[in-house]
T-cell receptor
Framework: DVKVTQSSRYLVKRTGEKVFLECVQD?????MFWYRQDPGLGLRLIYF???????EKGDIPEGYSVSREKKERFSLILESASTNQTSMYLC?????????????FGPGTRLTVL | AQKITQTQPGMFVQEKEAVTLDCTYD???????LFWYKQPSSGEMIFLIY??????QNATEGRYSLNFQKARKSANLVISASQLGDSAMYFC?????????????FGGGTRLMVKP
């Protein structure tokens, strides 16, 4: 079974703090993704990576950066957290070579910025 | 324009009955894939079913089937014999072949509530 883990289920930070969200997958997947989920808006893609040290902007990259130094780990960084970044953050990974390239998700991190 | 539209924010269904969750999509890419995910209250996204644009038959996975109508650009999820554990948010998503990294675009979701 694919396992995608995220470092925290719940996180509370203050405005202006630097925030790291970590994601690890154990299936040697090529692709990794960060989404945020807000009520009524579904999931919106922040960044994704299709290889180590490679990253691509998604639909809403502003205010975020990412790091992928190792294949299994994809980090989302909020350089200076703001209250409008309060959200549920979901990490996903996929193999990358299949037509039905299914994304497998982690449990999510609910971030509150005060 | 929205690429994925789920017009039902919430739906009720009686336990043991079938239910259809609507999804329409918009793409000019001839090669694409459609996915349905379930998100229970625990928050984790669970993959349910996949349909490729060139697949001739509707996808089925256990109690889940996908009613794929290509000309109408719809990919409705049908859940047969609903169970209480089916209460969750359901998301339709699309992957277009031209997008790098196999990224998915998600709809806004439908909250399904199964009544005992």
């Amino acid at each position: 079974d694919v396992k995608v883990t995220q470092s925290s289920r719940y996180l509370v930070k203050r405005t202006g703090e630097k925030v790291f969200l970590e994601c690890v997958q154990d299936m040697d997947h090529e692709n990794m993704f960060w989404y945020r989920q807000d009520p009524g808006l579904g999931l919106r893609l922040i960044y994704f990576s299709y290889d180590v040290k490679m990253k691509e902007k998604g639909d809403i990259p502003e205010g975020y950066s990412v790091s992928r130094e190792k294949k299994e780990r994809f980090s989302l960084i909020l350089e200076s957290a703001s209250t409008n970044q309060t959200s549920m953050y979901l990490c996903a990974s996929s193999e990358g070579h299949l037509d039905a390239d299914t994304q497998y998700f982690g449990p999510g991190t609910r971030l509150t910025v005060l | 324009a929205q690429k994925i539209t789920q017009t039902q924010p919430g739906m009720f269904v009686q336990e043991k009955e079938a239910v259809t969750l609507d999804c329409t999509y918009d793409t000019s890419d001839p090669s694409y894939g459609l996915f349905w995910y379930k998100q229970p209250s625990s928050g984790e996204m669970i993959f349910l079913i996949y349909q490729g644009s060139y697949d001739q038959q509707n996808a089925t996975e256990g109690r889940y089937s996908l009613n794929f109508q290509k000309a109408r650009k719809s990919a409705n999820l049908v859940i047969s014999a609903s169970q209480l554990g089916d209460s969750a948010m359901y998301f339709c998503a699309m992957r277009e072949a031209r997008d790098a990294g196999n990224m998915l675009t998600f709809g806004g979701g439908t909250r399904l509530m199964v009544k005992p």
